[in-house]
């Protein structure tokens, strides 16, 4: 089992940055693939982006690429998002989530959540 804590999100105007943590407790972190995801209100929770065990393959969602970047420390186990460029759009409650499954893009692909953290961008 695994138990996921985000931190991070908060207030920021468009064009600004913020990176978003994820701690996760338990010694098998290295094992699950990771990923964020987003639910603004009244939407459902989205895909925003993944990565492997080993660190390769991160893999996004169209809405983000090339403005959102995810990567692991294993040896720290913690997954972050850093986010540059923001938009209004991007305005959300961000979720860490894990699965043991390979390839995973699906809120229901994913066994583990976090409580989320709230990230508003202003225009």
């Known amino acids: 089992q695994i138990q996921l804590v985000e931190s991070g999100g908060g207030l920021v105007q468009a064009g600004g940055s913020l990176r978003l943590s994820c701690a996760a407790s338990?010694?098998?972190?290295?094992?699950?693939?990771m990923a964020w995801f987003r639910q603004a209100p009244g939407k459902v929770r989205e895909f925003v982006g993944g990565i492997s065990w080993s660190g390769g393959r991160p893999d996004y969602a169209d809405s983000v690429k090339g403005r959102f970047t995810i990567s692991r420390d294993n040896a720290a186990n913690t997954v972050y998002l850093q986010m540059n460029k923001l938009k209004p759009e991007d305005t959300a409650v961000y979720y860490c989530?894990?699965?043991?499954?390979?390839?995973?893009?699906?809120?229901?692909?994913?066994?583990?959540w976090g409580q989320g953290t709230q990230v508003t961008v202003s225009s």
């Open positions: 989530a894990a699965t043991r499954r390979i390839m995973a893009l699906e809120v229901s692909d994913y066994d583990y």
């Open positions: 338990g010694r098998t972190f290295s094992l699950y693939t």
